[in-house]
């Protein structure tokens, strides 16, 4: 692997006050596109007393109102478009409740945007033109697949589109044609640790669900590669938003020319400089993380790995827990396969905490549990194969019992 240097070194080693220049530039001309419209977003703005673009300054941003996902379910599907349809050329999003998905139209100039970053995301990783790119991330609706595809072929490597599943044609082509990076999952990577040995492979760009430090170095010791993180979401622009570079320190570089960040209480805000089709002004993303200075060769503000989001909070007893902090302690002990589950099956809730193990590590893990979170937790270890395994997209960490439900074979 080389170095992780920059796609655009003009545009990720800028001076900080040029970009600043360029993002409030940028922010200008959004915040009057939205106002053409007689869309939410324009409306919310007008309510404000926001008349043009030049009444906003990039300080005053945290002013402005916010976007939140169920705005977007709530003008299902394109309420928050502003492009013309026939400047639409492709469609992507995500789940959402009761059925009702989360759709993002895009421009030709969002796609060329989405190739950008993620171009950018790969070569950080020290991906080049030579490299051979596994992306076995999901092909479809879910932006994980073509976005690294899209970045692959801008950064003109050679793409291995696998997409999710077929775990045995994955593990023979890693083996057959050798590539050096690999995407997908950080639970699926495990997934593929248990049938490959002694790869070609030197780093792996993965995403899509939190992960923690102990899965990260569990993912290197087991496939032998440097693993690093990236972050996007399909409303924002999908994957590439943010991504760990081999200098980054652990941080994941922010593309916050494109994509400017904020955070409050702790929860993620972007506010999409650059995309033309649905463009958003401060979208709440729901994910918990902090934001860092600099580092290294490039001048952008980075990102913490995500600590979880504020849905899945948990609050046990008066404690916040996140799933992440869980699952620090139990990589520790055991193996990467966990199901936490939240029981208010009774007025007081109780946290259970499910791993496979061939030993008794109950008692060990109890201990190690309370002392992390500080409230106690019901362990439960069951033979390895116990819990159900994911073939493919984000795996299944957390359960909540309410009252009434039936409990997870081998719970009670």
């Not at 003109?156 to 044609?169: D, F």
Request: hydrophobic share 35%; proline share 5%.
């Amino acid at each position: 692997m080389t170095a992780g240097a920059p796609f655009d070194p003009k545009i990720e080693c800028m001076d900080p006050e040029a970009r600043r220049e360029l993002q409030e530039q940028r922010l200008r001309g959004l915040v009057d596109r939205l106002l053409s419209t007689d869309n939410l977003q324009g409306a919310r703005l007008r309510d404000h007393g926001v008349t043009r673009g030049t009444d906003v300054r990039l300080d005053e941003i945290h002013l402005l109102p916010t976007i939140t996902k169920q705005d977007l379910w709530d003008h299902y599907p394109f309420g928050l478009r502003i492009a013309p349809p026939e400047d639409i050329v492709c469609v992507h999003g995500s789940s959402g409740t009761g059925g009702r998905p989360t759709l993002i139209p895009y421009t030709a100039n969002d796609v060329e945007v989405w190739s950008e970053v993620m171009a950018r995301a790969l070569k950080g990783a020290g991906a080049t033109r030579s490299s051979v790119i596994h992306n076995a991330y999901g092909y479809g609706l879910f932006t994980g697949g073509l976005g690294v595809h899209h970045g692959g072929l801008k950064l003109q490597a050679t793409v291995i589109p696998m997409s999710g599943g077929m775990t045995e044609r994955q593990v023979r082509l890693i083996e057959d044609l050798k590539p050096d990076v690999l995407c997908c999952t950080p639970s699926y990577a495990l997934r593929l640790a248990d049938d490959l040995s002694g790869t070609s492979l030197k780093v792996g760009v993965f995403g899509a669900e939190p992960w923690t430090e102990e899965m990260r170095q569990e993912i290197q010791q087991r496939l032998n590669i440097r693993a690093l993180d990236i972050y996007g979401l399909s409303e924002v622009i999908g994957p590439g938003v943010a991504c760990e570079s081999l200098d980054s320190e652990g941080l994941l570089n922010i593309a916050e020319d494109h994509f400017y960040p904020e955070t409050e209480d702790g929860e993620l805000i972007f506010t999409t400089l650059t995309k033309t089709g649905m463009p958003l002004l401060r979208y709440r993303t729901g994910d918990v993380a902090t934001l860092h200075e600099p580092a290294g060769q490039r001048t952008l503000t980075r990102m913490s790995k995500l600590k979880g989001r504020k849905d899945d909070m948990l609050v046990i007893r008066g404690v916040n827990v996140f799933p992440t902090e869980i699952e620090a302690v139990v990589l520790n002990l055991a193996s990467p396969h966990y199901l936490i589950v939240e029981d208010r099956r009774t007025t007081t809730a109780q946290l259970h905490v499910a791993v496979e193990s061939t030993q008794d590590i109950s008692g060990r893990l109890s201990q190690d549990l309370k002392e992390r979170l500080g409230i106690t937790c019901q362990v439960h270890v069951l033979e390895p194969g116990k819990l159900p395994r994911t073939e493919v997209g984000k795996a299944q960490r957390l359960a909540r019992w309410t009252q009434g439900q039936a409990p997870i074979d081998g719970l009670t």
